[in-house]
């Protein structure tokens, strides 16, 4: 029996009947960012290896490892959320293919030194180090939102070099960051081949954007339909339903 600390919950991870999560309101509980991620990245079915960097409770590798039978790292800075992860773990009985560290994604590639991955997915803090009296009280939100542990520029290179020649990185970040993460990419030898625009329903601004990279690879962005969240009359489109009940 996995044990709940302080005011954590169980929650099913949405249609996934065979997972669930640990959840808390007041440390970490995933967004919509984790599962539409989760649904746009490539994944390697069979064959390769998945890094997950800012992977909070390990909600991604949840998600993904319903896709895919390869081994899956998640990476977490936060103790308690790293906890959480391991916790998360044990609950799925996902042992054998899911594995959970504690560390900053900016040590990682010296970590692994050689040995590269298929698939380096990142949920990161989007928003730039405001004054330390703008930070967020809660310090988990904090860290979780804003760059105190690591810039754009920390995680890109990140991916990069933890991605093997041909292996993809796939991001979920905000619309207005565009043209830093696609310079950002270019710099660190990821060629941006895929992206996605989601907005809140039709009318609106995007305010998520959904980025695919290939590590080496040759110029050529597709870019894909938009993606509206919810109908006029407030309810989920046909699309995130499907995605919410995993497609």
């Known amino acids: 029996m996995v044990q ?13 009947e065979d997972r669930r999560i640990i959840q808390s309101p007041s440390a970490f509980a995933f967004s919509l960012d984790a599962v539409l991620l989760a649904d746009f990245t490539y994944v390697p079915k069979t064959r390769g290896k998945i890094l997950d960097l800012c992977t909070g409770n390990g909600v991604i590798p949840l998600f ?17 959320l790293h906890d959480m992860a391991v916790r998360n773990v044990e609950l799925n009985g996902l042992d054998d293919q899911l594995q959970m560290i504690h560390g900053d994604l900016k040590e990682m590639p010296a970590y692994y030194g050689n040995n590269k991955f ?35 520029e920390d995680v890109v290179s990140a991916c990069s070099r933890l991605a093997k020649s041909g292996g993809k990185v796939s991001m979920v970040h905000r619309p207005d960051r565009l043209v830093e993460i696609i310079e950002r990419f270019r710099a660190h030898k990821l060629e941006p081949k895929r992206m996605r625009l989601v907005y809140p ?11 695919e990279g290939v590590r080496d690879g040759r110029p050529g962005l597709k870019i894909l339909p938009p993606l509206c969240a ?18």
């Open 4 to 16: 709940l600390k302080d005011d954590e919950r169980i929650d099913d991870l949405l249609a996934k």
């Open 64 to 80: 993904l490892s319903t896709r895919s039978s390869v081994p899956i790292t998640g990476v977490e800075i936060q103790e308690r």
């Open 118 to 152: 298929d698939l380096v997915t990142c949920n990161p803090p989007y928003f730039p180090t405001p004054k330390s009296d703008e930070h967020n009280l809660n310090e988990y939100l904090a860290v979780a939102r804003h760059e105190i542990h690591c810039t754009l």
């Open 201 to 211: 329903k039709e009318g609106k601004e995007a305010n998520i954007l959904l980025i």
């Open 230 to 247: 919810l109908q006029e009359s407030g309810g989920y489109t046909d699309e995130l339903k499907e995605i919410l009940n995993g497609r």
